[in-house]
């Protein structure tokens, strides 16, 4: 049973940071794409980050809203994706899903919330 599990969220200042972890298990981890998607109240799901499979060399990409202030990571032998989020802005709330994605598969998880407001 594939599971994507999503934790780390909350509500953080302007400013501040928070570490995303998404935990995935019952697929060959390391043979997906991992990304991260967030969802604002009203508005589209879009991307945020994707790091491609160790087969692929682990290159990264960010959505130019978040590049310089957010990372994204994997762990292979945890099955561990994770985002650094730094600099958080108030647009920055949403709720931030995982998402792991191969060229005939594709699984997501539940979503954590993350709001950033003083």
């Known amino acids: 049973q594939v599971q994507l599990v999503e934790s780390g969220g909350g509500l953080v200042q302007p400013g501040g940071s928070l570490r995303l972890s998404c935990a995935a298990s019952?697929?060959?981890?390391?043979?997906?794409?991992m990304s991260w998607y967030r969802q604002a109240p009203g508005k589209e799901r879009e991307l945020v980050a994707v790091?491609?499979?160790?087969?692929?060399?682990?290159?990264?990409h960010y959505a130019d809203s978040v590049k310089g202030r957010f990372t994204i990571s994997r762990d292979n032998a945890k099955n561990t994706v994770y985002l650094q989020m730094n600099s958080l802005k108030p647009e920055d709330t949403a709720v931030y899903y995982c998402?792991?994605?191969?060229?005939?598969?594709?699984?997501w998880g539940q979503g954590t919330q993350v709001t950033v407001s003083s």
């Open positions: 998402k792991a994605g191969s060229p005939l598969k594709s699984y």
């Open positions: 790091i491609t499979s160790a087969g692929a060399g682990g290159s990264t």
């Open positions: 019952g697929f060959t981890f390391s043979s997906y794409a």
